[in-house]
């Protein structure tokens, strides 16, 4: 127990934490490429937040518990409630558009198994304040560079849009509540269940028969399903605008540089309830999982007791792309960056001259180790070249005397020994060393 993690929680070791590091730069060059602000909220949040319209799915696996002051409290399962939470309080007076991004750890009690951990990573980009086709469709291109920054060439996605479905089932009075609850079994392939529950919800079997027909369509063609789709939905005038929706989200995608495959589903749905048009999942071949998943939620801001307010988004799963990454590209894993310097003191010089030459080298942006085990030469020449290092500093007594540092060359085996002041000469013979 002591030496255990809580199940589905893990501990990230350096090479991970540089595969994690790299993912997250690639999100925050996109996030200013873009203009997303990063935010940070809190990972504990009132078991409100999310049990208003995160969905079944979400609010069944929350970590909640009481507080010391008896108030009911989660680990985030998500950020984009809290992000709308922000929008609705903090942010109000701030005019839109807003456009915010994040990197947050949240927590899910999952039946923990490939890709689905109990403490996850997500980056998001959220995009407040507007309707227009334009939104949804810089979505899908700022998740496309994320993956494409990322070296995952083989990407592509699956978009949808809930509000055919959702107009669909207004028609007959299923009020939204139900809607919530057929789109998420349709999301868990309880199809047949879904289609019970329109039934009994007043849906007659035209309606059914229409649903059924639309979730059969699914292609990359998108001039044959929209026509498909179009015969169908002719009656459905609002369903038939949304379809119209995606096809120009998509267009606008592709004219924005979104090149991967896309494949369109009409019966796609997701696990959030708070979806009301657009949706998308993206991920790569060979897995059956999402990687990222998003989708336009226009009413969550007003539920938060905000202005009516449309926003589209995303969730970058960053813990499922560094396991997709580690276990089917290991070769693409970076390595932890570590000094390619280490200061050993010799003969008797003093550790206050050590610690200064230290000083000194770092303050010219030299990453610097210190030998701290008093190894003797040989050994920590070894130790230097085993580690990656390419030079060494060795300061004696002699050294400390004249204010001077030898600088051995390991890869060119050459060694020279300068003024501790003459920083030109330094940075010369250090070359080849990145500077942090
Ligand atoms: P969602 O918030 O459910 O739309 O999820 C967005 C993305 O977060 C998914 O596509 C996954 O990549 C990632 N994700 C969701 N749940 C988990 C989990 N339990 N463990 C790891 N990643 C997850």
Redesign the pocket.
């Known amino acids: 127990m002591l030496l255990d993690t809580p199940r589905?929680m893990d501990d990230l070791l350096p090479r991970e934490m540089a595969l994690k590091r790299r993912i997250e730069d690639v999100i925050r060059e996109v996030f200013k490429l873009y203009g997303y602000l990063e935010v940070e909220t809190p990972t504990v949040e009132y078991y409100e937040l999310f049990a208003l319209k995160s969905g079944e799915?979400?609010r069944e696996r929350m970590f909640d518990f009481i507080d010391k002051g008896g108030r009911r409290v989660v680990l985030r399962?998500?950020v984009?409630a809290s992000i709308a939470r922000l929008v609705a309080s903090k942010l109000k007076a701030m005019p839109p558009p807003l456009r915010l991004g994040y990197i947050a750890d949240?927590y899910?009690y999952?039946e923990p198994q490939w890709?689905?951990?109990?403490r996850?990573w997500?980056g998001g980009f959220e995009l407040i304040g507007s309707k227009d086709p334009l939104a949804d469709a810089e979505i899908l291109e700022v998740s496309y560079e994320v993956f494409s920054r990322i070296g995952l060439r083989d990407q592509y996605f699956k978009v949808g849009h809930v509000g055919i479905f959702r107009e669909i089932l207004k028609s007959y009075r299923v009020n939204e509540k139900i809607q919530d609850r057929i789109l998420t079994l349709l999301d868990r392939k309880m199809i047949v269940e879904a289609f019970d529950l329109m039934r009994k919800n007043g849906v007659d079997e035209d309606g059914v028969k229409v649903i059924e027909n639309l979730m059969k369509l699914e292609g990359t063609d998108l001039r044959k399903i929209s026509i498909d789709a179009s015969n169908i939905l002719s009656p459905w005038k609002e369903a038939y605008r949304d379809l119209e929706d995606l096809c120009e989200i998509i267009d606008l995608a592709r004219e924005g540089g979104v090149e991967s495959k896309m494949v369109v589903s009409l019966g796609l749905a997701?696990?959030?309830e708070y979806y009301t048009g657009f949706i998308f999942?993206?991920?790569v071949p060979d897995l059956r999982?999402?990687?990222?998943?998003?989708g336009r939620y226009d009413n969550l801001i007003e539920l938060f007791g905000g202005n009516p307010t449309p926003a589209v988004g995303?969730?970058?799963?960053i813990?499922?792309?560094m396991q997709y990454i580690l276990e089917k590209k290991a070769e693409e894993t970076p390595t932890p960056s570590r000094p390619r310097i280490l200061l050993t003191g010799v003969a008797d010089v003093s550790k206050r001259y050590v610690m200064k030459v230290a000083r000194i080298l770092r303050g010219m942006g030299f990453g610097v180790e210190v030998e701290v085990l008093s190894r003797k030469l040989p050994s920590a020449i070894e130790y230097a070249l085993k580690s990656g290092m390419k030079f060494m500093i060795i300061v004696g007594r002699r050294e400390e005397a004249e204010e001077k540092i030898s600088i051995r060359d390991l890869e060119l085996r050459r060694q020279v020994e300068l003024p501790l002041s003459d920083e030109e000469k330094i940075m010369e013979a250090l070359t080849g060393v990145e500077r942090v």
């Open positions: 589905g799915e979400i399962p998500e984009t949240c899910r999952d890709g689905r951990r109990r996850f997500q997701r696990g959030l999942e993206q991920s999982i999402a990687l990222n998943g998003g995303c969730a970058i799963g813990t499922r792309i």
